[in-house]
C-alpha cells in the first residue's frame, strides 16, 4: 500500500480570495463589518471563558499555594456552572464554539465528569439556522434561486450540526438527494474562535500540567479548519464510496450478510459550500426500538461496523474518521410493497456511513506503527 502524507495548506477561503479579480473581492465596507464582528464575537466568548478561568484559578490557588483542602462538592458545584456556562455560549454564538465543546465532551480523560455530561448535549441539540439565510446562501452558491435549480427543495432541515445542515431536495430528475450546506461566515467565525481557544489554551494548561494542551489544540484547529473543505469531503467521499461498490462483508462467519453503502457524490450540485449526496431512509445504530422492530441484533451491527473500519483502516488507507451514532444508519426498505402476499413488509438491509470529512493514510500508518511499538515494550 502506497503511503501518502497530509500537509498542510492555504485554507480554501485564502485561496478563493487570491484568485478573485479585483472588483469581485471584498469592499472595504465588508472587511470592516467583519472586523467589527469579530471583536463584538471575541468580546461576548471572553466575557463567559475568563470568568470560568477565574474561578478555576482561584480554588487552584488556594489548594495548591495556600495549601487548603477543596471539598469535592465545592469542585463538581463550579464544575457544574462553569460547564453550563460554557453550553450557553456555544449554543448562542454556533460554528467553532459548538465544534469545541463536542470534542470537550469526548474527552472524558481530561475534563471533569460533569463538563461531560452537561456538553453531551450538544452532541444532538444544534439549531438550524433559519431557511432565509440558507436560501440565499445556495442562491449565491447556484446563481440562482434554489428553487429553479431544484424540482422540489425541503425548507425545513433534517439535520443540523456546527458548520452546516442537511435539507432533502429532488431533482429534476427526479432523484432524491440530500444537500449538506455549509454555513454562511462560518469560516469567520471558526477563525476568531480558535484565535481565542489560543489564547486560553496556555492558561488553562496549569490545571492540567501532564498534559500539553497545546498539541490538542493544534490538532483540533487542523481538523477543524480542514472540515471545511467540502471539495476535499467530496472527493474522499467519492473515494471511499469506489471502495466499497463490490464490498460484500460477512456477518455470522455468513458472507453476503450485510450491506455497507455510501452516498454517492453528485458533481452537478457540489460546490465549495454544498455537498449533494444521493439520500438514504435509516435510523441511528443506537435505535434500539427500531432494531427490535426489524429483528436487527446489536451483535450483527457491530461486527458489520467493525469489518467496515477494518478494510477501510487496513485495506483501502483511507477511512471515515468521525464514527459517531449521528453519522452511521441502519438501512431499511421503507416499504417495499409485496404482491404476491399483498402486505408491506420491511427487510433490513445493513449500515450507511456518512459525512466523510477528514481521511488521512498517514494517521493509520501512525497508529499501527504505535501499536507495533506499544507491543514491543
Request: aromatic share 10%.
Amino acid at each position: 500500500m502506497q503511503e501518502t502524507t497530509a500537509t498542510l495548506t492555504t485554507p480554501p477561503s485564502a485561496q478563493r480570495a487570491a484568485l478573485c479579480p479585483p472588483e469581485e473581492r471584498p469592499s472595504e465596507l465588508d472587511t470592516a463589518r467583519k472586523f467589527g464582528y469579530a471583536i463584538v464575537r471575541f468580546t461576548i466568548s471572553a466575557w463567559t471563558l475568563v470568568p470560568i478561568y477565574v474561578s478555576y484559578l482561584w480554588l487552584w490557588v488556594r489548594w495548591k499555594k495556600l495549601g487548603h483542602e477543596i471539598e469535592k462538592d465545592t469542585w463538581n458545584d463550579v464544575h457544574r456552572k462553569n460547564a453550563r456556562a460554557f453550553y450557553r455560549l456555544a449554543v448562542r454564538m454556533r460554528g467553532g464554539m459548538i465544534k469545541v465543546g463536542q470534542l470537550i465532551s469526548a474527552r472524558v480523560d481530561i475534563v471533569p465528569r460533569v463538563w461531560v455530561e452537561e456538553l453531551s448535549q450538544l452532541q444532538d441539540r444544534v439549531d438550524p439556522t433559519p431557511w432565509s439565510g440558507i436560501e440565499e446562501h445556495l442562491t449565491r452558491e447556484y446563481g440562482k434561486p434554489p428553487q429553479e435549480v431544484f424540482a422540489e427543495i425541503e425548507e425545513k432541515s433534517i439535520a443540523a450540526a456546527s458548520f452546516g445542515q442537511v435539507h432533502r431536495a429532488t431533482t429534476k430528475d427526479g432523484r432524491k438527494i440530500a444537500l449538506k450546506i455549509r454555513y454562511p461566515n462560518i469560516e469567520a467565525k471558526l477563525e476568531v474562535d480558535m484565535t481565542l481557544f489560543g489564547i486560553a489554551v496556555p492558561l488553562f494548561n496549569i490545571f492540567v500540567p501532564k498534559v500539553d494542551l497545546k498539541v490538542i489544540y493544534r490538532e483540533m484547529r487542523m481538523a477543524l479548519e480542514t472540515e471545511l473543505d467540502y471539495r476535499q469531503e467530496a472527493a474522499y467521499t467519492r473515494t471511499i464510496h469506489d471502495n466499497f461498490e463490490n464490498f460484500s462483508p460477512t456477518i455470522n462467519n455468513a458472507a453476503g450478510g450485510g450491506d455497507v453503502v455510501i452516498p454517492e457524490v453528485l458533481g452537478e450540485y457540489t460546490t465549495d459550500s454544498v455537498i449533494a449526496t444521493t439520500f438514504f431512509e435509516g435510523f441511528r445504530i443506537t435505535d434500539k426500538q427500531k432494531m427490535d422492530e426489524l429483528g436487527v441484533k446489536p451483535t450483527e451491527l457491530l461486527e458489520l461496523v467493525l469489518n467496515t473500519w477494518t478494510k477501510m483502516m487496513y485495506q483501502d488507507g483511507v477511512f471515515q474518521s468521525d464514527p459517531h451514532p449521528g453519522n452511521l444508519l441502519s438501512l431499511a426498505k421503507f416499504p417495499v410493497e409485496n404482491t404476491e402476499q399483498s402486505q408491506t413488509a420491511q427487510e433490513w438491509r445493513g449500515i450507511q456511513v456518512g459525512d466523510v470529512s477528514l481521511q488521512r493514510h498517514s494517521l493509520v500508518i501512525l497508529w499501527r506503527r504505535n501499536v507495533l511499538q506499544d507491543g514491543l515494550k
